[in-house]
């Protein structure tokens, strides 16, 4: 299974159309199949990131705040979109390996210390 | 004990947020959310309490800029930033929001956080496109004078230059200020309508600039003027030539520097405000009587829009009264099947001293008096029936700024009061002789009698 995480520094992007980088992470049986990807994007756009997305093949997204629009097109294309993520991108991708990764997940950690790492 | 004093400053400071009805958030120094009121809880789908703590960009998820650099700016420097911008929600729904960022300082004067006032601007933004065509929605007419109206307001909608709006008494020039504010950039700001007629000299300086505490007998605090209330939208300055010479003075200072000094006060205040002044007076004469500053005058003068008087509006006393008549219908309740021949033949031939305001009261008062059905005659307040129009033309054609001559007296431009005056003329040259006054018009004699029947001249 393929994952693709929309990033800022270390954790999940804010906004789906307003990333500058993405995080491809493959894996089989609950276990990462190699070291995950980082992909710089040229410019930031939700169209263009649905097209990586497909490109990639991948199977899930996780992202922040996504817009109706883009989620309904990636469930169409048979992506599954887990959005309204907010934590540190490592512990986001270990849950979702554990299947354990929802909708709206909001992790302790997410203040200015760790966010302001990225800036 | 503390704890219980900061556990009611927080319930205070909670009710507070909330009884303002926009988004608002109070980032720490670190940008981190110390809480939202209930509309930004609804706006953004998070509750304040889970959202406590996290850091503000991932629950408000705007799009001003990466990496939060507007807020760490404002953190910075201090300086009010205002932006348009979106957020996306939980339910993945983007709102347009204008958003403005302040910083916040403890007693000492340390700046403690930022606090994040979010404004839902999805309906204005929806009635965006069409703001130009919408320039009109409120005033109504149909006539060339007001076709001619409509297009200049549509080009002093799109400028930021002072506006001055002539007219008689009751032709709508509030509407039209109104109106010209609404469909400019500045229409999400403050529209405030200062009555220049209103208060004495004193108060008046009071009320446009603000005063600091102590500055006279009364001034217990420091209180902000119109001017400064005002400021990024635009100030309504109405019966300006009533405006005393020193307030205009003072006026003038305001225009040319976007700056004031309070009464009473020491320190200058900068605005930002796009003026719009009105009046009935007719200015230039009043430069010229030495009563109205001729500087002020050019300043405010920059854009002129005449409001033409409802005499003038030819066909519009029909489209004014169909409307008057259903709304009235609507506010008081009733169901006037619309007005009889007659009335609307003698509505449509007076004169209208008071302009869209006395026709408005004419209907009020008749649907209030009509029992049912069609409204009358005798509906209508009897002095119109009365009263003979043509001295009243010729008083009011007088006053006619742009009227020109005919056989020597001044005409109003509507047909009707126009026919009417030519027919008395006609009978006055002819020495009452119908014959002799038909034939110096043209017209059969019939033709006469039935015309003189219809302006109630027999």
């Not at chain 1, 992007?13 to 493959?26: C, K, L």
């Not at chain 2, 000094?261 to 009043?286: C, D, F, M, Q």
């Not at chain 2, 169909?322 to 009235?328: I, K, L, Y």
């Not at chain 2, 008749?366 to 009263?387: E, F, H, M, T, W």
Request: hydrophobic share 40%; glycine share 8%.
């Amino acid at each position: 299974m393929k994952i693709l995480l929309t990033i800022r520094g270390d954790f999940i992007a804010p906004r789906f159309d307003r990333i500058a980088e993405v995080m491809i992470a493959s894996c089989y049986d609950r276990q990462l199949l190699e070291e995950p990807r980082s992909i710089l994007l040229a410019e930031s756009s939700a169209e263009k990131l649905c097209d990586l997305a497909l490109k990639e093949n991948v199977d899930m997204v996780i992202c922040g705040a996504i817009e109706e629009q883009h989620y309904q097109y990636l469930r169409w294309k048979k992506v599954r979109v887990i959005d309204s993520v907010i934590g540190p991108h490592e512990r986001v991708l270990e849950m979702a390996l554990g299947e354990e990764l929802a909708p709206g997940t909001l992790l302790a950690g997410v203040d200015s210390v760790g966010a302001g790492g990225c800036l | 004990m503390d704890a219980d004093r900061a556990f009611q400053s927080r319930l205070e400071c909670g009710e507070l947020l909330n009884s303002i009805p926009h988004g608002v958030a109070l980032l720490d120094r670190r940008l981190c959310l110390v809480t939202m009121n209930r509309t930004l809880e609804a706006m953004t789908g998070y509750q304040a309490l889970e959202a406590r703590g996290v850091y503000g960009d991932y629950i408000l998820r705007t799009d001003l800029g990466s990496n939060d650099q507007l807020s760490r700016q404002v953190l910075a420097d201090g300086k009010t930033v205002a932006r348009d911008t979106t957020i996306i929600n939980t339910s993945r729904t983007t709102i347009p929001v204008h958003c403005t960022l302040s910083r916040l300082h403890d007693q000492q004067g340390q700046p403690v956080g930022l606090v994040m006032v979010l404004e839902d601007i999805s309906l204005l933004q929806q009635a965006g496109p069409g703001l130009g065509a919408e320039v009109r929605s409120e005033i109504i007419g149909h006539s060339q004078e007001m076709e001619a109206v409509f297009e200049l307001m549509a080009v002093l909608a799109r400028t930021d230059a002072a506006v001055l709006v002539t007219g008689e008494t009751g032709t709508g020039k509030d509407k039209i200020a109104e109106q010209l504010h609404q469909s400019s950039p500045r229409a999400r700001h403050r529209f405030v309508k200062v009555n220049c007629g209103a208060l004495p000299e004193a108060l008046l300086e009071s009320e446009l600039f603000g005063h600091v505490k102590g500055a006279f007998t009364g001034a217990v605090a420091d209180r902000a003027g119109m001017f400064k209330l005002a400021d990024k939208g635009t100030i309504f300055l109405t019966e300006i030539g009533d405006l005393s010479l020193p307030l205009q003075v003072k006026l003038l200072s305001v225009l040319d520097d976007q700056e004031f000094y309070p009464v009473g006060g020491s320190t200058k205040l900068k605005v930002n405000v796009r003026i719009i002044a009105a009046t009935h007076h007719r200015l230039r004469e009043e430069v010229e009587q030495g009563r109205f500053r001729e500087d002020l005058f050019y300043r405010l003068n920059v854009l002129n829009l005449h409001m033409p008087p409802l005499r003038e509006r030819s066909g519009d006393v029909q489209l004014l009264l169909e409307h008057f008549v259903q709304h009235f219908n609507r506010v008081h309740g009733r169901n006037i099947q619309g007005v009889s021949d007659e009335a609307r033949a003698l509505l449509e031939s007076y004169p209208y001293p008071g302009n869209v305001r006395e026709l408005r009261n004419l209907v009020e008062f008749a649907v209030n008096l009509c029992p049912g059905g069609q409204l009358g005659i005798k509906d209508l307040p009897r002095y119109l029936s009365r009263q003979p129009a043509a001295p009243r033309l010729q008083r009011t054609a007088a006053s006619l700024p742009a009227a020109s001559a005919l056989s020597g007296e001044l005409r109003p431009r509507a047909w009707p009061e126009l026919e009417r005056q030519q027919i008395v003329d006609a009978l006055l040259a002819s020495g009452g002789n119908r014959t002799r006054a038909a034939a110096a018009l043209g017209w059969g004699r019939t033709t006469l009698w039935r015309k003189m029947i219809k302006y109630q001249l027999v």
